[in-house]
């Protein structure tokens, strides 16, 4: 995967966080890319949370899930055009939100 997405020329990166009927909460992270005018999507990996969800927290699950997946987090943050999450402050907020830690 990691020599596709240095192939393409942008990615986006899902993340959402979830929380289950046993009142377990996860982070599902996927990742599509545009190759040829069609988009490939792959599933980086379901984490689960064992901490509260913080935007910290969040943020080493998903450094945690590109290494497994021996992806770059540079490459990420230079080929990124989009992130998609559902708006919570963890993920988008301003200043320190899961966004804005991912660009640096």
Do not use: P
Not at 14 to 42: F, G, K
Not at 60 to 78: C, T, W, Y
Request: hydrophobic residues 40%; aromatic residues 4%; glycine residues 6%.
């Amino acid at each position: 995967m990691k020599e596709k997405i240095a192939n393409d020329r942008f990615l986006a990166l899902s993340l959402d966080e979830v929380t289950a009927i046993d009142n377990t909460s996860w982070i599902c992270m996927s990742i599509y890319m545009v190759n040829e005018h069609i988009r490939h999507s792959y599933l980086l990996g379901i984490k689960e949370m064992r901490e509260n969800s913080t935007t910290e927290n969040v943020y080493e699950l998903v450094l945690n899930g590109l290494k497994e997946s021996r992806i770059d987090q540079l490459m990420i943050a230079k080929k990124s055009v989009c992130v998609g999450t559902d708006g919570a402050m963890i993920m988008q907020g301003q200043r320190n939100g899961l966004c804005v830690r991912l660009q640096l």
